[in-house]
């Protein structure tokens, strides 16, 4: 599959992967269950290898 994005599109989504990945740090540190954080860590790591995938797109808004 192959998806094809505009530039303001692929800045909105690495913006939203970032913090995703961001948010998931952050509740991963705060999860004591160990079977979830694992869980987490799993997610984590497929949101870092899309946002490999995605390029760094610079979007100014004109």
């Not at 705060?30 to 995938?53: C, F, H, Q, V, Y």
Request: no cysteine; proline share 3%; net charge negative.
């Amino acid at each position: 599959m192959e998806l094809i994005l505009t530039g303001p599109e692929k800045f909105v989504l690495r913006e939203t992967l970032e913090k995703a990945i961001n948010d998931m740090l952050m509740e991963i540190a705060n999860t004591d269950n160990r079977k979830m954080r694992e869980g987490l860590k799993e997610r984590e790591e497929i949101l870092n290898t899309i946002l490999a995938k995605l390029p760094a797109e610079v979007y100014t808004a004109a």
